[in-house]
């Protein structure tokens, strides 16, 4: 009996030592997590003074970058042999998404590599991203001539991710001499619980507009309208169009432009404009910062998928008559099920492979 009780008092302790250090593990695990996180913050129009000083004021926000954005009007553009690329008509340009970077605040937030070209950046100079090079069809020596007479070359090409996927970046010092002077969003770094930074940064601020405050690991773009694709990339997939301001803030677009393989008619749109014609009515696309239009990139894409669906149904169709066995095989294997039983004339059952395979 002396032994049992032993034997019990040595269990009982080893139990509470398994549980005490499996309750001090959790808190030694959380200790040791990585107590960093990145947060953007941005709102519709910009971001003020008064909400950026409340994000950088934050007592565990340990640093921040603010990033200026605009639009730059292109007029041409040439490649590094100095041949003309784009050339638009006269009072009409080419809306291209602008980035600008402080690699000193930013530093934090890239790698060394993009820290070292952004800070070699001169005022006449401009990073394209590598989406922006294709539509341009240029790269590092190429120019960009815009609207104002400026003229910049092209010093680099990097990752889109690399620059949020902007048309074009600059430095700060360009991107105010160029009105580029909208400060679009803010990256910080949350020093507490990365699991607390996103509540605890949007219970720290306040704001009267749309504030969006998310985790960098939870957006595929880290810029101001990371819920939608950014210019850059809306264009390699609608196309682009140069347009000339009118009355009212808003956009005559060139006729002549083409979107999707369309061409675009005469029209004057604005923001968040729809824009409805035979061959024009469909999906959302964003032009611009501020300038959505409504593109008829749906109705072709459905047009090519008809083509392609009426292609597969003839080709099967010609399969099942050269073997009267298994003719409307295909047609019925896509069936629902519901559809498909009542006329199924054998139903051949077999054990599940995988099942038994375990």
Not at 155 to 182: F, K, M, W, Y
Not at 306 to 331: G, K, Q
Request: net charge negative; charged share 20%; proline share 5%.
């Amino acid at each position: 009996m002396a032994l049992l009780r032993a034997r019990l008092a040595t269990a009982a302790v080893a139990i509470v030592t398994v549980v005490s250090s499996l309750i001090l593990g959790c808190g030694t695990q959380r200790d040791q997590y990585p107590t960093a996180a990145t947060v953007l913050v941005w709102v519709p129009g910009g971001v003020s003074d008064e909400l950026a000083s409340s994000v950088e004021e934050l007592e565990e926000v340990t640093h921040t970058s603010e990033v200026l954005g605009g639009t730059l009007d292109l007029v041409s553009s040439t490649n590094a042999a100095g041949e003309t690329i784009d050339q638009t008509t006269p009072g009409r340009t080419i809306p291209l998404d602008t980035l600008a970077y402080d690699p000193t605040t930013f530093s934090v937030f890239t790698d060394a590599s993009t820290e070292e070209t952004l800070s070699s950046l001169k005022p006449d100079e401009a990073i394209l991203g590598a989406t922006s090079a294709r539509l341009r069809g240029s790269g590092v020596g190429g120019s960009l001539l815009l609207a104002s007479g400026r003229s910049l070359t092209i010093r680099a090409v990097l990752d889109d991710h690399r620059v949020a996927g902007a048309e074009v970046v600059v430095s700060p010092a360009t991107a105010l001499e160029l009105n580029v002077d909208t400060r679009r969003f803010v990256l910080a770094r949350f020093g507490g619980w990365p699991g607390d930074a996103v509540a605890r940064i949007r219970s720290g601020i306040s704001s009267k507009e749309a504030l969006r405050v998310v985790d960098a690991n939870d957006t595929s773009w880290l810029r101001h309208g990371d819920q939608v694709a950014p210019q850059s990339i809306v264009k390699q997939r609608f196309g682009e169009f140069s347009a000339r301001p009118v009355e009212g803030g808003r956009l005559s677009i060139d006729p002549t432009a083409v979107i999707d393989g369309t061409v675009v008619p005469p029209a004057i749109i604005g923001a968040r404009t729809r824009i409805e014609t035979d061959a024009f009515v469909g999906s959302m696309a964003v032009i611009g910062p501020d300038v959505v239009i409504e593109a008829g990139a749906v109705v072709e894409r459905e047009k090519r998928a008809r083509a392609l669906r009426a292609v597969v149904d003839a080709l099967v169709t010609l399969i099942d008559r050269r073997d009267p066995y298994c003719a409307d095989h295909a047609r019925r294997v896509g069936m629902p099920g519901e559809e498909f039983y009542p006329v199924a004339t054998t139903v051949i059952v077999r054990a599940d492979p995988m099942m038994a395979a375990a």
